[in-house]
């Protein structure tokens, strides 16, 4: 299984950008889908989930600026991010857990937020 994350990039405080994460190989049913991000000397946390039933959680911070979605037609997560913040930055990674429990992660996308 491999996920690729992409969409990652530089953007000015205020901008957008639209993260996508595909996965691939024998996945046999996804239930969760996250993305998670991690700053400079930060630990790891999560930004935002959603579930094959549709459930939705999101951080505090990003509340009300991002947008996970995902196409479980082509087991696809997106996160879109709206009024980036400079404190937004890091690298951003997707998770998926699968129906037997079973997690992965992708390798990651930048993103850096400028002032």
């Known amino acids: 299984v491999q996920l690729q994350a992409s969409g990652g990039g530089l953007v000015q405080a205020g901008g957008s950008l639209r993260l996508s994460c595909a996965a691939s190989?024998?996945?046999?049913?996804?239930?969760?889908m996250r993305w998670s991000r991690q700053a400079p000397g930060k630990q790891r946390e999560l930004v935002a989930s959603?579930?094959?039933?549709?459930?939705?959680n999101y951080a505090g911070s990003v509340k009300g600026r991002f947008t996970i979605s995902r196409d479980n037609a082509k087991n696809t997560v997106y996160l879109q991010m709206l009024s980036l913040k400079p404190e937004d930055t890091a690298v951003y990674y997707c998770?998926?857990?699968?129906?037997?429990?079973?997690?992965?992660w992708g390798q990651g996308t930048l993103v850096t937020v400028s002032s």
């Open positions: 998770n998926i857990e699968t129906v037997a429990g079973i997690g992965y």
């Open positions: 190989g024998s996945i046999f049913s996804i239930n969760a």
């Open positions: 959603i579930t094959r039933g549709g459930n939705i």
